[in-house]
Nanobody, 125 residues
């Protein structure tokens, strides 16, 4: 019903910047909540940043001051601006979202929750 597709991953040197995008498509009436997670080599998936339903923004301590999450609801696109990247930021980054489904131009309160397939970010000199 809804697809999430990340883009913008790649290789960058320490101290560099990258901007990830995540486009949501399908039966979308509106986007409720969005998150970015990441999974580094040999590590568990962890929450990086989130925008909650009430608009609050949260960051993992490890990325505060360096990463910025944003969402353009008109374009159904989620972003993660990453600056001052460190080797430990190397990971596959996943977006996820909770979406109100379109029931024919209106919402019947049905929701969808899912993940993109991920975008690899490699930080190395």
């Amino acid at each position: 019903q809804v697809q999430l597709v990340e883009s913008g991953g790649g290789s960058v040197q320490p101290g560099g910047s990258l901007k990830l995008s995540c486009v949501a498509s399908g039966r979308i009436y509106s986007i409720n909540e969005v998150e970015w997670h990441r999974q580094g080599p040999g590590k568990q998936r962890e929450l990086v940043a989130a925008i909650t339903r009430d608009g609050s923004i949260e960051y993992a301590d490890s990325v505060k001051g360096r990463f910025t999450i944003s969402v353009d609801k008109a374009k159904n696109t989620l972003y993660l601006q990453m600056s001052s990247l460190k080797p430990e930021d190397t990971a596959v980054y996943y977006c996820n979202a909770e979406v109100l489904l379109d029931a024919g131009g209106f919402s019947d309160e049905s929701t969808w929750y899912g993940w993109g397939k991920g975008a690899l970010v490699t930080v190395s000199s």
